[in-house]
């Protein structure tokens, strides 16, 4: 087992991407950790949708005013949550599918970009969109492609952060 602190400080949100495809074999994989990620009492309230579609990608683009970039990233992947199988968890466990997604991603050369989407007054459109059914909630937009550039971020310290014992 190999220790990923190195990869999951290594991975930046990607807002420029290269004009280059992505392999069919790279989004299986992202898909597939996406599928692996854990949930309340296993009851994976999630399902995915993936758009190519260079049009819908440009109409994603002029919806949300935070994601500019799905119209350059080739890929855009669209986590959406079920809260009909898990009323309580169904966010927080599509957003660990997500976060899989987006480490798998990184691993394998790829860049991402989540912008959030549910509970906001963006969701109906993209849900019409993207012919979502009423039943389910669109998560966010991840943009996925090959990166065209390098971003640094920060964080708080730990020493901020956490508490032992007690707080
Ligand atoms: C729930 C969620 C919603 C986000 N929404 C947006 C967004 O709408 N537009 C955007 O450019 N980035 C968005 N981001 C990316 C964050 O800005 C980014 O993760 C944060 O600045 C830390 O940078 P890093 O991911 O490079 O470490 C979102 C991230 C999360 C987790």
Known sequence: MNDALDLLKSRRSIRKYKNKPVEEEKIQKCLEA?????????KQPWEFLIVTDEKVRM???????Y????SE???????????????????????????QYMIEAHSIGLGTCWAGVIGSSLEPEIKEL????DNLNVLGLVATG??????????????????????
């Open 34 to 42: 996406a599928r692996w990620a854990p949930s309340a009492s296993n």
């Open 59 to 65: 109409k994603l683009s002029e919806i949300h005013p």
């Open 67 to 70: 994601a500019k970039f799905v």
């Open 73 to 99: 990233s080739p890929v855009v992947f669209v986590p959406l949550t079920n809260p009909e199988i898990h009323q309580k968890y169904h966010m927080s466990d599509s957003a660990l599918a997500t976060m």
């Open 130 to 133: 993207l012919d979502v059914p």
């Open 146 to 167: 090959y990166a065209n550039e390098e971003p640094t971020r920060t964080r708080k310290e730990l020493e901020d952060l956490v508490h032992y014992e007690k707080y």
